[in-house]
């Protein structure tokens, strides 16, 4: 029989942390358009800004699990949202290239980690629901996404600029620890699992993630800019347009969460990959607000369930190593955003931005025959649907709530 899904207080804590992380991670985006009028940035150098989120992440998801393994997952997620504060402080005071791009190296190696860290929690704490799990917690990104365009639209109407709109984030992980530092988080189960290699079909799979990753993060870093050019409007309008996108993201990510419940996430992910295909048809011919906003919508409905179906996806091919497969996700995810908006930029630079963006349809067209040779080759048991249980998953059915006196000796509150 499936069991229930429970969301409990490491679940919520879970996803009010995932939700900051999200916005900080799309941040960027919206903050580069403001930095190239400030410093007058090329195209590039605009990249440059999200590829050194991209590199600080790559780092964290490849030490993420060694980490864990010596200090403990819960000192891991209090101490990775700590350096990701402060990179984003340096990057509201920083007046040079040189210095923003040095804060967004910072963030990104705390946002890795914390990300890492989430994603293990969630699936090792929900076993064979983490598809649930992952894709509710996607949902709660996908509402900070639109929480940032909010926060920016105000902050701009009120005078109060893009720092502000960064800066009152940090309220968040400050009142969580403040409530919840005592708080027990599971831990992963022993090192010589963790060390281990990981299957062949997984690093698939992980190709998979990475093409959808590079597509979102085409039209995360460079969507502002597109609009503004090809339907002529301000920055500020441009930026704003961009709710259409992360409503989409909401909306889909929403509608995913539930369909989890009874569908496969490799079918999820299908659909998702054909709905960001007619988004982009859509929106790349736009010359205006309205074209745009209604290509942007669908890019966002599509994209928004790429990450959460094709991170489930990869995890549940070893779903016994979660710390370590949700690493070096992490890891795949980051060189995408590395590599994909930096080659966006330097094509605009050489070509256009609308030429450049025909990245977005190869990616999909990519992941999608990616997704084929994963459902092909893939072990039974590990891309069923979210209430099925493997034989792989039944020792992690029984870790479903945490009491202080039962917690694994590393995550207790005592232990640290």
């Not at 005078?159 to 599971?186: D, F, K, M, Q, Y």
Request: proline letters at 4%; hydrophobic letters at 55%.
């Amino acid at each position: 029989m499936a069991q229930a899904y429970v969301r409990d207080r490491l679940t919520w804590v879970a996803y009010v942390m995932l939700a900051w992380f999200a916005y900080l991670q799309a941040a960027p985006g919206l903050v580069v358009p403001h930095l190239r009028d400030e410093l007058d940035l090329s195209y590039t150098a605009g990249g440059l800004h999200v590829a050194a989120f991209a590199v600080g992440s790559i780092l964290a998801g490849l030490t993420s699990s060694r980490l864990e393994r010596r200090i403990g997952r819960r000192l891991v997620l209090w101490s990775s949202s700590a350096v990701l504060a402060v990179g984003t402080v340096g990057l509201t005071a920083g007046d040079r290239v040189e210095a923003t791009v040095a804060a967004l190296l910072v963030m990104g190696l705390g946002g890795g980690m914390l990300l890492a860290t989430i994603q293990a929690t969630l699936a090792d704490h929900h076993g064979v629901r983490r598809t649930v799990a992952l894709a509710e917690a996607n949902v709660a990104a996908g509402v900070s996404y639109l929480v940032l365009i909010g926060v920016f639209a105000a902050t701009a109407a009120l005078g109060a600029g893009w720092r502000t709109a960064l800066l009152v984030s940090l309220l968040v992980p400050a009142v969580i620890w403040v409530l919840n530092r005592g708080l027990p988080v599971v831990e992963g189960p022993p090192s010589h699992l963790q060390g281990s290699s990981l299957p062949g079909v997984f690093w698939v799979a992980a190709v998979v993630l990475m093409c959808g990753a590079a597509a979102e993060w085409c039209v995360t870093a460079w969507g502002a800019t597109f609009v503004e050019e090809a339907a002529e409007v301000s920055t500020d309008t441009a930026v704003s347009l961009m709710a259409g996108y992360f409503g989409g993201f909401l909306v889909g990510r929403t509608v995913g969460s539930r369909l989890a419940h009874r569908h496969e996430p490799t079918r999820l992910l299908g659909v998702a990959l054909a709905i960001a295909l007619v988004g982009f048809a859509v929106l790349w011919p736009s010359t205006t607000i309205a074209q745009a906003l209604v290509g942007l919508s669908l890019l966002g409905v599509g994209i928004g369930n790429l990450f959460p179906m094709a991170l489930s996806m990869t995890v549940a091919l070893a779903p016994d190593r979660a710390a370590l497969a949700s690493g070096r996700a992490v890891s795949v995810t980051s060189l995408a955003v590395l590599l994909a908006p930096l080659t966006v930029g330097s094509l605009a630079d050489a070509t256009s931005l609308k030429a450049a963006l025909l990245i977005v349809p190869l990616m999909l067209v990519l992941a999608g025959a990616g997704l084929l040779l994963v459902s092909r080759g893939r072990p039974p048991g590990t891309g069923g649907r979210a209430t099925a249980e493997s034989s792989l998953d039944r020792p992690r059915s029984r870790v479903r709530t945490f009491r202080p006196a039962r917690s694994p000796r590393r995550g207790s509150a005592a232990g640290r």
